[in-house]
């Protein structure tokens, strides 16, 4: 898979090396200093400490606290219980639609059924009432009849 070690003389190539070229650094340009008057001068004030030194300063405004949140007009668990009552009452009116819906689906199976029968029994007298033309049938005229080998002949 590998060749066979053969002595050979390395090839000399010609190496170029590249040197960095500096860059100068770059001196940014000061920027331009824009005086802010303020609207108004805070008042400098001077407080004399208990060991009789005296601090002067500008006054600092306390720092203000966070407003509590207001509580609203109506409690969470009032909230909650309408809420609830709110679902309870859609899940009740889904129900009701839900017995409408298989009352009126019983109805309409009924209906069917009816059909059925009322064309299932039209289809039976048709084939009786149709059956009296034809003499291979058993209706005989009673009054006229002979009785032969236990057949009635009209």
């Known amino acids: 898979m590998y060749p066979e070690h053969t002595p ?82 859609a899940v009740c009116g889904g129900l009701i639609l839900l017995t409408s819906f298989i009352a009126a689906l019983t109805a309409f199976i009924t209906q069917l059924v009816i059909l059925a029968a009322v064309c299932f029994g039209g289809w039976i007298a048709v084939q009786v009432l149709s059956a009296s033309g034809h003499r291979g049938g058993t209706t005989v005229n009673i009054r006229r009849a002979v009785f032969k080998r236990n057949h009635f002949h009209g």
């Not at 960095?20 to 008057?37: I, K, L, R, S």
Request: hydrophobic letters at 45%; charged letters at 10%; glycine letters at 8%.
């Open 8 to 89: 050979h003389v390395p090839v000399q190539r010609a190496v170029e090396v590249h040197q960095p070229t500096p860059y100068p650094p770059a001196v940014p340009a000061p920027a331009p200093v824009v005086p802010v008057q303020p609207g108004t001068v805070p008042a400098v004030a001077s407080v004399v400490l208990p060991d009789g030194r005296v601090v002067t300063g500008y006054a600092i405004n306390p720092a203000q606290p966070e407003p509590v949140a207001a509580k609203p007009a109506v409690s969470r668990t009032a909230v909650n219980v309408a809420l609830g009552g709110a679902g309870f009452l």
